[in-house]
């Protein structure tokens, strides 16, 4: 019977988040926040808990937020994705956080980060990165995770090396650019989370990348709603 009403409010859930595809994020974090309570929101975070492409993504509230708060949160991130966009050599897109809010992903390409094999970063790398930086700064109540992949060209050990030394790098970088340290994490996944086929040539490269999650912090929660209250 537990597995049963688990699949039912999964599909719920889901049908909330994926049933609106014309709808702006805004309007998708309203839907998000507006669903049933506590127990959707333990399912919500239960079920992208068990992803592993974003089991990391925000910290865990533990209760349900608003209707009212998650539309305000999506709006930012809807305003902040739209500049980040124009940044070079990244692809940006709005993911959902292990809170059902909605966070902004930024997937910037290994080639353009960094050498082959290398984990120091070259000068368009460290442009695009200051731009980034520079961006945030309006919107200093988020989260920043950093995580850093390779294809599954050499041994395990290499390129979870390769990985971290990447996404630390990544780290450093944007603390040297005015982000608060203790906003960010950042950490290797090796080649365990391929999005394409390390059997090709184009299928490594797409896999050699960094990826940047903006996830809304625990006072940025707060703040939407205390304003959606008013």
């Given at each position: 019977?537990?597995?049963?009403?688990?699949?039912?409010?999964?599909a719920?859930?889901?049908?909330?988040?994926?049933?609106?595809?014309?709808m702006n994020?805004?309007?998708?974090?309203?839907?998000?926040?507006?669903?049933?309570?506590?127990?959707?929101?333990a399912v919500?975070g239960?079920?992208?808990?068990?992803?592993?492409k974003s089991?990391?993504?925000?910290?865990?509230?533990?209760?349900?937020?608003?209707?009212?708060?998650?539309?305000?949160?999506?709006n930012?991130?809807?305003?902040?994705?739209?500049?980040?966009?124009?940044?070079?050599?990244?692809q940006?897109?709005?993911?959902?956080?292990?809170?059902?809010?909605?966070?902004?992903?930024?997937?910037?390409?290994?080639?353009?980060?960094?050498?082959?094999?290398?984990?120091?970063?070259?000068?368009?790398?460290?442009?695009?990165?200051?731009?980034?930086?520079?961006q945030?700064?309006?919107l200093?109540?988020?989260?920043?995770?950093?995580?850093?992949?390779?294809?599954?060209?050499?041994?395990?050990?290499v390129?979870?090396?390769?990985?971290?030394?990447?996404a630390?790098?990544v780290?450093?970088?944007?603390?040297?650019?005015?982000?608060?340290?203790?906003?960010?994490?950042?950490?290797?996944?090796?080649?365990?989370?391929?999005?394409?086929?390390?059997?090709?040539?184009?299928?490594?490269?797409?896999?050699?990348?960094?990826?940047?999650?903006?996830t809304?912090?625990?006072?940025?929660?707060?703040?939407?709603?205390?304003?959606a209250?008013?």
């Open positions: 019977m537990k597995q049963i009403i688990s699949a039912f409010l999964a719920v859930l889901l049908f909330s988040i994926s049933g609106c595809g014309t994020q805004t309007g998708k974090g309203s839907l998000i926040g507006g669903g049933s309570g506590a127990v959707l929101g919500a239960a079920l992208i808990g068990n992803d592993a089991a990391a993504i925000g910290a865990a509230i533990g209760t349900a937020i608003g209707g009212g708060a998650g539309a305000l949160i999506g930012k991130m809807d305003k902040k994705a739209e500049e980040l966009a124009a940044l070079q050599g990244a940006v897109e709005t993911v959902t956080d292990i809170n059902g809010l909605e966070a902004i992903k930024v997937t910037f390409e290994s080639g353009i980060l960094f050498p082959t094999n290398g984990t120091a970063l070259n000068n368009n790398s460290k442009k695009a990165l200051a731009e980034f930086a520079s945030m700064k309006d200093p109540e988020t989260d920043i995770t950093i995580y850093g992949h390779t294809d599954n060209t050499g041994s395990e050990a390129n979870e090396r390769i990985s971290n030394q990447r630390a790098a780290q450093t970088y944007l603390a040297q650019n005015g982000i608060d340290n203790q906003r960010i994490k950042a950490e290797g996944k090796s080649f365990t989370m391929p999005v394409a086929d390390n059997a090709t040539a184009e299928g490594r490269a797409q896999n050699r990348r960094v990826e940047i999650y903006i809304a912090n625990e006072n940025m929660i707060k703040e939407a709603e205390a304003e209250r008013q």
